[in-house]
């Protein structure tokens, strides 16, 4: 097996793994909301959410249906040894996977409207680069993209007088509009710049952030929390079904922006917010940071 086929492999069994198993800081964050809420019905909820982990582990099934569309944050470094192969095994990978894990097949050529019935097609797997020069590393977030969590994202340029008032105001709006139906508890991303395309791309890069973790600024990480605790406040709950908490947290980034306008939008995951984080060397070995004890 050469290398290119050997980081194929490891990436297609990650990929397969994180179908079936959510992220120690997710399974931790449900475990805490789990415990807090005190209606039966959010508490039936936790326990099948718990459950579900369990069973999917046991029979070696993905644990929600909608297996999404994979995306990839990859921080690659200029000196990695397979930069140059690195888009097309990461599709390679996710082929592999569609059949090994199984992985329900999500990718719909638009306007021919035909299903590849692997998971791949123009432009899928989504691959965002970040280039690190001097680095000789690789490292990759991987996220399955569901339908529902899908849904609410949103982006739009506000004029600069609504200020953060109008950032809080777009966030809510899409919770409440929204919100009910990406499988809460939700992880928000929020990403403010200056288009409506600098916002987007943050708003998702803010999904792959760990939960609990904050914007180094420290005026928007006291907004994170704002905005936590006032989508908390609206009562969605487990599943929408009601209770004292909404969000898995919110986590904003944000680049500096042009003075006349800000640019804003929302991304969302849900309760089964399937990301991970693995970091290859320039010789294949690798490290997982979001699950503990992966055997691959
Ligand atoms: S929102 Fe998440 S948990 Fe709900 S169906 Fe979609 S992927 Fe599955």
Redesign the pocket.
Known sequence: MNNVEKMTDIVAKFVAYTAKKLPDDVIAKLEELGAKEDSPMAKVIYETMFRNQELAVKLDRPS???T?VLQFWVKCGTKFPLIDDLEALLKEAVVKATFEAPLRHNSVETFDEYNTGKNVGKGTPTVFWDIVPHSDKCEIYTYMA????TLPGQAMVLMPGEGYEGVTKFVLDRMTSYGLN??PPLLVGVGVATSVETAALLSKKALMRPIGSHNPNERAAKMEKLLEDGINAIGIGPQGMGGKYSVLGVNIENTARHPSAIGVAVNVG???HRRGHIIFDKDLNYEITSHSGVIL
């Open positions: 929600c249906q909608d999404g569901g339908g529902g969590c990406a499988c849900c309760w089964s």
